[in-house]
Nanobody, 127 residues
Framework: EVKLVESGGVLVQAGGSLRLPCVAS????????IGWFRQTPGKEREGVSC????????LYKSSVKGRFTISGDDAKNTVYLQMNSLKPDDTAKYYC????????????????????WGQGTQVTVSS
């Protein structure tokens, strides 16, 4: 059974930092891509970043580039999203997901193939 568990979401002040881990199980970590997505009420879920476990290729939405870093730890089957210089606009529920590969088109980050989602973790950035 594919399972993804996110954690680390809290209330943080603008300018602060957070690291969100996504612990994965039930599949071979090296063969897939893992992405971080976020969603606020009334809006569509948007891709924030993605990493291809096979070659380490990373993608970022333009609004987080230079502030967020995605990385993977194969030994722990965990992908991290390091978020620095947080802004109130970063407030959202953050989800990790696994799919076949990462893709990007016109600043839209997406996963290909069958996609499995975690339950999400809430990040709130106060001004």
């Amino acid at each position: 059974e594919v399972k993804l568990v996110e954690s680390g979401g809290v209330l943080v002040q603008a300018g602060g930092s957070l690291r969100l881990p996504c612990v994965a199980s039930g599949f071979t970590f090296d063969d897939y891509a893992i992405g971080w997505f976020r969603q606020t009420p009334g809006k569509e879920r948007e891709g924030v970043s993605c990493i291809s476990s096979s070659d380490g290729t990373t993608l970022y939405k333009s609004s987080v580039k230079g502030r967020f870093t995605i990385s993977g730890d194969d030994a722990k089957n965990t992908v991290y999203l390091q978020m620095n210089s947080l802004k109130p606009d970063d407030t959202a529920k953050y989800y990790c997901a696994v799919g076949g590969d990462c893709g990007e088109a016109m600043d839209v980050i997406y996963l290909t193939g069958n996609i499995y989602w975690g339950q999400g973790t809430q990040v709130t950035v106060s001004s």
